[in-house]
């Protein structure tokens, strides 16, 4: 077992981990944070996407130890005062969610898109969420999610 | 009772979902989420050969590992099975259906089919010890491709039928023998629908409690059908229906792969019952690519007969439909859901279809969205184009001219076309596109020869859903009905509980029957709380799938509203002391004609609630139950229009533009609607040009995992362009039909035929799906069909 110190959603975990822990697991078992989701065994769908230092990242290619002394934030950390945040009210208005599985990984996703780039063309939106499955939506609402909450 | 015009809030309003504020900020009830104390975990373990006797099991290594609680092979565990599990639907008086337990003993039929369990006390410690179950195989040839399965030497799947033959399903109306010989022009077409594998983001996951004081046992399950799931695994482990609950809360995405009754679903059930603690199970994507359904993989035959001006007179199909290894809940009737629309929305005389439906050493073939649909839609519109350009005529020209115009339209295959107007729907889909101006370019590019040539493809199509009216389903020896059941339940406090037995995993029924419930009754929508998927507390219910939902369980809440509205005028008739007559309602109210004396149904539910003033003999309370079985299938129809853009020098399809005008009758929810829409145009597109499952000699599954099977990403897909005609369906008071599948039923021929029509100058008449670059480019330098 391994010692780590981790910040999630702004508040400090320290917690033992088995080495080969992926740091989703440790979200969902070992926190209970269960708004991240695994999709899939090939970080091929993206469903499990959240933010380490600001940057989207698979939870599902990360090791809990890699996440020592890293900020993490997960879809529960995102709103703040029970208000969503306007990327998850852009996917609202926009209908860019449908069974919402994919969901947190999109939104988070998303997040870390508008960090990098604040006002993307469709084609970079597109290109962007090539990380992101989706099996509900045929993303043309997602793109619109994404746009919307650009301009927001 | 005297209804005026109803005061329409939220019905036919793009009214913004109530389902997502919880999904968004991941308050999610998913069942791989849940944790009960004492729980431990199971692990399937896998054959890895696609056939094989199993000479010898082992778990004693796995039973002797750290934190492993049980082991069982398949010969451990026969004692507990009551049945098989369940197929629901054999076809024919003598269709084959194999004893298929959860757990095989004898022999593997395909890579996947399970032959033990481990039992640890936490995921990882169960995977780690399925590892040291020793199995031994003798390995035995495998068939995996239906054509060859039916040969006279294909290696047979179950030893006891002699062949691998399962049925034979025939559909014959009208003298086609002559409309044949007497055809001035004829086409003779083979197609392939290529094996698909459903990939829901979701995987599956069950979690049964047993109560041992009782005999209970509650089933957390990621199903489409939690109602059937319940009476079929009753028979499956002898569990009574009275003991079993189950619940399915937060479902995702299923496109008919969770419209079944797996193996895991029993094994755990009977794991509980052994052990009496809870035990879960959640599936990887490697496990999701073997061990849940897949769709398609049928080979097509289809003729078509017609006159010289192109009126066409008969159509002539043959299929050969691969089951997989066993018969899963529906798999033999996947290709009759298809087999009364091969001759698609067209005017025509003569009918002759035949299935057969044939074992493969494969995971077994069942729903996936569409379900036969997108494949007689395919197989008749790809044909159509043929015979277009036989003729050498317009496809569009050829299409109005063979157009079901009147409704109602009995159509050759015998069943009864409620609305539509197909005309409209290619009309304003023309418009969409501007045809004449996509023709000018593609001339203009094809006389400068340009690399980049351009096609573009139709869809006129009308599909059955909604399934279905019970006697129909019964004549077709489809073993349940097709009914569904809502209750409304006004609570005294002005709220109200609407109870449905769909069971929805993305749809947003929650949203679209507050919206019903909502106006029908004059409430809030705030003020409509949606139950649903438990069978304990909505035990009527036939769930979701088939495109059903609005248009079956959303009639059956329509007249569960009349049912109270109609208890709630004799109480307020009776309080204003006024004939029931005397009262006109709208919107939730009932006003005493020509006064302004009024109350409410909310005012009303008080009422019964209190019970204090009641007209004599009426029961207290205000909630009713409907049960709604549709007289008819739900049609919807419409044109899709696909232009593809193709690199002539790589072989690659670029999808440009695609165009859907859809007719789905009344629409509850345009936004939602829509939103099923893309999501079914863009899985459609998948099987055209991404997506296909392929298996080795050895019988081996090489598109294993995301990696290699192309799901879809945004950077795949353009914007689709969605509208809607309507024709109201004249079957229910709505005026609503189904919408779920109508996207993936008639994109992936649009796709097709524009693929076709891009490489016609190079003399290209068919490309096999999915069209990979490789194949396009193949058959552009082989100029034909690849």
Known sequence: MRQIEISVNGESHSAEVEPRQLLVYFLREQLGLTGTVVGCDTSSCGSCTVLVDGESVKSCTVLAVQADGRAVTTIEGLGSNGELHAVQQAFHEQHGLQCGFCTPGMVMATVGLLAESPSPSDDEIRHALEGNLCRCTGYVNIVEAVKAAAAA | MATTEARTTYIGAPVERKEDARLLRGETRWVDNMTLPGMVWMAVVRSPYAHAKITRVDVSKALAADGVVAAFSGAELADEWAGSLPCAWPVTGDCHIPQHHPLTADKARYAGDGVAVVVGESRALA????????????????????????????????????????????????????????????????????????????????????????????????????????????????????????????????????????????????????????????????????????????????????????????????????????????????????????????????????????????????????????????????????????????????????????????????????????????????????????????AERRGRGDSKQVGIGFSTYVEMCGLAPSRILGAIRYGAGGWDAATVRCLPTGTVQVLVGTSPHGQGHVTTFSQIAADRLGVPIENVEVLHGDTTVIPLGMDTYGSRSLAVGGVALYHATEKVIAKAQKIVAHQLEVAEDDLDYAGGRFTVKGTDK??????????????????????????????????????????????????????????????????????????????????????????????EAIYDDHGNLTTGSMVSYLVPSAAELPRFEVERTESPSPTNPMGVKGVGETGTIASTAAVMNAVVDALSPYGVTDVEMPAKPERVWRAIQEGGAS
């Open chain 2, 127 to 442: 995977k780690d010890a399925a590892e040291l179950v020793e199995v031994d195989y003798e390995p035995l040839p495998a068939v995996t491709d239906v054509g060859e399965a039916i040969g006279d030497s294909a290696p047979v799947v179950h030893d006891d039928y002699g062949d691998n033959r399962a049925y034979t399903w025939p559909l014959k109306n009208g003298d086609v023998d002559r409309l044949f010989s007497e055809a001035a022009v004829t086409v003779k077409e083979h197609y392939r629908q290529q094996r698909l594998i459903p990939n829901a983001i979701v995987p599956r996951s069950v979690l049964v409690q047993p109560v041992l004081a009782t005999g209970e046992y509650t089933m957390w399950s990621a199903t489409q059908v939690p109602h059937i799931a319940r009476v079929t695994l009753s028979g499956t482990t002898g569990i009574p229906e009275t003991k079993l609950r189950v619940i399915a809360p937060d479902v995702g995405g299923g496109f008919g792969s969770k419209l079944n009754v797996y193996a895991e679903e029993a094994l755990c059930l009977v794991l509980a019952r052994r052990l009496g603690v809870p035990v879960k199970w959640t599936e990887e994507r490697s496990e999701n690519y073997v061990a849940t359904i897949h769709g398609r993989d049928v080979l097509q035959e289809i003729e078509l007969a017609a006159t010289a001006e192109g009126k066409i007179t008969a159509v002539r199909v043959r299929l050969v439909a691969a089951m997989g290894a066993y018969m899963q809940l529906v798999s033999p009737g996947i290709p009759l859901l298809g087999a009364w629309l091969y001759a698609g929305c067209y005017d025509v005389e003569g009918y002759d279809f035949e299935c057969v439906g044939v074992f493969t050493n494969t995971t077994p073939t069942d729903a996936y969205r569409g379900a036969g649909r997108p494949e007689a839609t395919y197989a008749i519109e790809r044909a159509v184009d043929s015979l277009a350009h036989k003729l050498e005529m317009d496809p569009v020209e050829l299409r109005r001219k063979n157009f079901i115009t009147e409704f109602p339209a009995t159509i050759a295959s015998g069943l009864e076309i409620d609305s539509g107007d197909f005309h409209a729907s290619l009309d304003r889909a023309l418009e969409l596109v501007d045809y004449d101006g996509f023709r000018r370019d593609q």
């Open chain 2, 598 to 691: 009024s109350m409410t149904v909310t005012d009303a539910a008080l009422s019964a609630w209190t019970a204090h003033n009641l007209p004599d003999g009426l029961e207290p309370g205000l909630e009713d139950t409907a049960v709604y079985d549709p007289p008819n299938f739900s049609w919807p129809g419409g044109c899709h229009i696909a232009v593809v853009e193709i690199d002539t020098e790589t072989g690659a399809v670029e999808l440009v533009r695609y165009v859907a005008v859809d007719d789905v009758g009344n629409v509850i929810n345009p936004m939602i609607v829509d939103g099923q829409v893309h999501g079914g145009i863009a899985q459609g597109v998948a099987q055209a040009l991404l997506e």
